[in-house]
């Protein structure tokens, strides 16, 4: 049976759960009825999601948390674009407003954007009448306690990944289900299995994750600390800490896929190919214009990538010196700005843009949080030659970053393709997700 006939004979049954919904009217949820609040998941939080499981319902209120799309908040966000320089025949709208928005997945089937954020929630965008703005902002399974969903991606046949701080679950059919709070939802990882508990961090905790061309999943797993301890090696080489994982889609046959990477929140697969690209960021306190942050590709299984040797392309931490890194190390093939905090990427494989962009990167600058001159808070486009060595790598967006103020004005998170072809960046620092077009006419 499938999860959509599953869950219509459920709703068929009767004695199904009423749900008070606090006296809240349509748009907003009563005082009483909130997401929990962060931190370990009760036994409470894993009692829903076995429900789900089964197909059950948890009776959480289907009064669900939504987000206004208009007023004062979405006009500052809609002024604040008119600074964002792009180059001719592009332009950039607000597409929604959602708070601490990251990493997105956009559905397969009803186009839905997904988005995570490094909090408790999952939002759900949609555009129900195509006019490329968002209708609606809502909550996404309310009957589940997350913690740090930052990573969101699909599988070819429609299941949502969602890769939290430590553990991994799969919506099966989230465009079907999202609209109500109950979910039909599988753990992939259990609570505590993606790393073990005594490595838990608030830092570096952001997962991000990609369905391969081999069916599996890969997720990065940023290891916690500026540079390591040696005492720490061992261990994080064996778990894939400080490096990327894979597995089967059910959480069998885990692997270690790459090594030496010290906290990537950005990983793509370019089309046509088995090579996973991915941006690391580099090592802090070593001043301003050093090390530089990376764009790596990995062609293969069992690479190394220099970290904690080096701490960002050429430049060797102090910390291991006097330690010889590993032999056939891969060196990034883009050295970035120094402290911009590349994040997300993908490959451009829409057609509204110019043919040069096919086949593109294009990933976000985050931007700096120590550096004495702000940079990044910027989308940069890296064009690769046929046999994917790099072309040119250049700002495409860019004007968040006030360079009068050194104010930010928004911090690019992500970056994602709908499928008209036009490109979705987030902000979670503005709380929006933005939209660029193209129009060879303008």
Not at 344 to 365: H, K, N, V
Request: negative net charge; aromatic residues 8%; charged residues 20%.
């Amino acid at each position: 049976m499938t999860a959509s006939a599953a869950w219509a004979q459920q709703q068929a049954q009767p004695g199904r759960t009423t749900t008070n919904t606090g006296g809240a009217t349509p748009g907003e949820v009563a005082p009483n009825i909130r997401p929990p609040p962060g931190g370990p998941l009760p036994q409470a939080g894993q009692g829903n999601l076995d429900r789900l499981q089964q197909f059950r319902t948890t009776g959480t209120s289907a009064q669900m948390e939504t987000v206004p799309q208009e007023g004062r908040r979405a006009d500052a966000l809609r002024r604040n674009l008119e600074r964002i320089k792009l180059p001719e025949g592009f332009r950039i709208d607000l597409f929604a407003v959602v708070p601490d928005a990251r990493h997105m997945a956009v559905g397969t089937s009803s186009g839905v954007v997904f988005v995570g954020t490094r909090k408790q929630r999952v939002w759900a965008v949609t555009d129900r009448d195509r006019d490329r703005v968002a209708d609606e902002v809502k909550v996404f399974a309310p009957s589940i306690q997350f913690s740090v969903p930052n990573g969101l991606c699909f599988t070819p046949d429609g299941f949502l990944q969602v890769v939290e701080h430590n553990r991994v679950l799969s919506f099966p059919a989230a465009e079907f289900f999202y609209e109500g709070p109950d979910v039909a939802a599988e753990p992939v990882v259990a609570q505590g299995q993606l790393i073990p508990a005594s490595e838990e961090s608030f830092n570096h905790g952001a997962r991000v994750c990609r369905v391969g061309p081999d069916n599996k999943l890969y997720i990065s797993l940023g290891q916690p600390f500026n540079v390591p301890a040696a005492a720490k090696l061992e261990l994080f080489n064996r778990v894939g800490i400080g490096g990327i994982i894979r597995m089967d889609r059910d959480g069998k046959n885990r692997e270690v896929y790459a090594r030496g990477i010290r906290n990537s929140v950005g990983i793509a697969f370019r089309p046509g190919s088995n090579e996973l690209w991915f941006t690391d960021n580099q090592v802090d306190g070593m001043g301003d214009d050093q090390p530089p942050g990376e764009i790596n590709r990995s062609t293969g299984p069992n690479q190394h990538f220099g970290f904690p040797w080096y701490g960002g392309g050429s430049v060797r931490t102090k910390e291991f010196a006097n330690s010889n890194p590993p032999p056939e190390t891969v060196p990034p093939v883009v050295e970035t700005t120094p402290h911009a905090a590349d994040l997300g990427l993908t490959f451009y494989d829409g057609r509204m843009f110019p043919e040069e962009y096919r086949g593109a990167i294009l990933s976000a600058q985050h931007g700096s949080w120590n550096r004495t001159t702000p940079v990044g808070a910027r989308v940069m486009v890296t064009f690769l030659n046929q046999d994917g060595t790099v072309r040119e790598h250049k700002p495409f967006a860019e004007g968040w970053l006030d360079e009068e103020t050194n104010e930010y004005l928004g911090r690019p998170v992500d970056v994602a393709v709908l499928r008209d072809g036009s490109v979705l960046v987030s902000d979670d620092m503005a709380g929006a997700i933005y939209r660029i077009s193209y129009d060879r006419r303008r």
